[in-house]
């Protein structure tokens, strides 16, 4: 396995502090945020609007070369590209394939659509495979890899519904992050039986953990639950679990920590003991 940071998870952090922290907790690469970003950032940072670490998606170009010598004089490897740019929306793709060449990123992530209720998933999904053939095609022209996250709140929150999403793509041009955090809001099917249904889909992986919690009583009388994010040892996610699936069908490629839960604090100690624990999974795996 390889293990990389994702910066989402550095909000408060210049890119080369959080380059610097990443490589002193022993990790071997970085998956970069790439979003729009608000200017002047608010004063206090966040994960998702006030990211210090985030690439903007507006105005990236004259940051490529920062980027990039941030990455060689720590000896971090590119895992993937953060970005938010979707499926339906092939221009964005294709923003997105460029800041991946110029940065050197093997991958980037291209966005599902969203599934709302108000429009039926049966007619969603014809069109969602055919934008995802598409952009596997632009993928494959331009030597980069597209990621589908399995993601609640989208068409694809659980590996079957990914693998419907993008079956009979090239897995080479479009494979698909598997993300249990995620998972366990919406999406989960035991561990090893989605990797096998993945196969050669399976092409990344988030690291990160939830769980459910009793919030109120709502009419006529049920407990109310919601979902948290927390700690990586701490919530549903049983990572032995997940990396004895990895194990059986023979998945060896990044693991990316994505632990927000208290991001505004992440400092070295917790990075560095999210990858001590990833790795003593795998270990035990």
């Known amino acids: 396995m390889k293990y990389s940071m994702f910066t989402l998870s550095l ?7 959080a380059a610097k922290m990443i490589k002193e ?5 970085v998956e970069w945020r790439c ?6 950032l608010p004063v206090v940072p966040n994960c998702w609007g006030s990211n210090r670490t985030t690439l903007d998606w507006n105005n990236w170009k004259p940051a490529v070369a920062e980027y990039k010598k941030i990455m060689a004089d720590h000896g971090l490897e ?3 590209l953060g970005s938010y740019c979707r499926a339906d929306q092939p221009e964005e793709v294709k923003k997105g394939i460029e800041i991946a060449k110029a940065l050197g990123s093997p991958r980037l992530r291209i966005c599902a659509p969203r599934y709302d209720s108000q ?3 049966r007619t969603i999904f014809p069109r969602a495979r055919e934008q995802y053939a598409q952009a596997a095609e632009l993928c494959k022209a331009a030597g980069v890899q597209g990621l589908l996250e399995l993601h609640m709140g989208n068409i694809a929150p659980s590996a079957s519904m990914g693998f419907r999403l993008l079956d009979g793509c090239d897995p080479k041009a479009m494979g698909i992050m598997f993300d249990p955090g995620n998972m366990a809001f919406e999406g989960y099917e ?19 953990n939830s769980r459910r919690r009793a919030c109120g009583i709502a009419d006529p009388g049920y407990v109310r639950y919601e979902y948290e994010a927390c ?18 069908v023979g998945y060896d490629g990044w693991i990316s920590n994505e632990d ?16 001590a624990f990833l790795k003593k999974c795998e270990k035990a795996a």
């Open 11 to 17: 909000p408060q952090c210049s890119p080369a502090e």
């Open 25 to 29: 907790a022993g990790y071997d690469g």
């Open 35 to 40: 979003a729009p970003m608000p200017d002047p």
């Open 78 to 80: 590119f895992s993937n």
């Open 119 to 121: 429009e039926s998933y």
């Open 190 to 208: 035991n561990w090893k039986m989605g990797c096998e249904v993945l196969g050669p889909y399976l092409a990344f992986a988030h690291a990160k």
């Open 231 to 248: 700690e990586m040892h701490m919530g549903f996610v049983d990572w032995l679990a997940v990396f004895k699936a990895f194990k059986s």
């Open 260 to 275: 927000y839960h208290l991001a505004s604090g992440c400092g070295l100690d917790r990075i560095r003991d999210g990858l």
